[in-house]
Nanobody, 114 residues
């Protein structure tokens, strides 16, 4: 059993920055990849960014150049640095970890509004 705990969500103004963290704990033997997804009300959950244990990254086109995903393998923690935030970034952000199965965090609310 793996538990994922997100933190760092909140209310920011357009153009502002926010840093999300996700710490994995429990019966961890090998996490192949971690990532961030988001879901706005009435919309499908969508990929934001992922990172493998080797450091390979994938970003959604909508966040390229603004968001940066990073990982501390020793701490089993993944981060999402979000810059130049836009109102359309408003969503619940979910952490994901992939081992031999998939685990999801509970989500953290990010609201971008003036």
């Amino acid at each position: 059993q793996v538990q994922l705990v997100e933190s760092g969500g909140g209310l920011v103004q357009p153009g502002g920055s926010l840093r999300l963290s996700c710490a994995a704990s429990g019966s961890i033997f090998s996490i192949n990849a971690m990532g961030w997804y988001r879901q706005a009300p009435g919309k499908q959950r969508e990929l934001v960014a992922t990172i493998t244990s080797g450091g390979s990254t994938i970003y959604a086109d909508s966040v390229k150049g603004r968001f940066t995903i990073s990982r501390d393998n020793a701490k089993n923690t993944v981060y999402l640095q979000m810059n130049s935030l836009k109102p359309e970034d408003t969503a619940v952000y979910y952490c994901k970890a992939v081992t031999v199965t998939v685990y999801w965090g509970q989500g953290t609310q990010v609201t971008v509004s003036s």
